[in-house]
């Protein structure tokens, strides 16, 4: 954010803008909310934002149980979505072995 609020100031503003209009629309409780926003944090691995939604989680009510409970949560979703990815990425694996690999980068 910091480049582009110095480059392009105009879209750093657009998304603040977007920030207001959730707040003004929201239909869920803040505490979902900040949970919600701390999971994506994590996910997108943005250590700011992984403090700034921890922080206003506790500030809405959550208690450090509830977020390490999200934490654990995020971990076990995303081990999941790995293991079925990769799976499916390399399930031929004997076909792999024998060389036919069609990635489309080995020509």
């Known amino acids: 954010m910091r480049m582009l609020a110095e480059f392009f100031p105009e879209f750093a503003g657009k998304l ?21 926003c701390f999971a994506l944090s994590i996910k997108a691995r943005s250590k700011p934002c992984v403090l700034k939604h921890f922080k206003g989680a506790l500030d809405a009510g959550a208690t450090v149980e509830e977020l390490t409970y999200i934490l654990a949560l ?6 999941g979505a790995d293991d079925c990815w990769t799976h499916d990425v390399i399930g031929e694996w004997r076909d792999i072995l024998k060389g036919d690999v069609g990635c489309g980068c080995m020509k």
């Open 74 to 79: 995020v971990m076990r979703e995303a081990a």
């Open 16 to 36: 603040d803008e977007i920030d207001e209009l959730y707040k003004e629309n929201r239909f869920i409780d803040e505490k979902t909310y900040q949970f919600i």
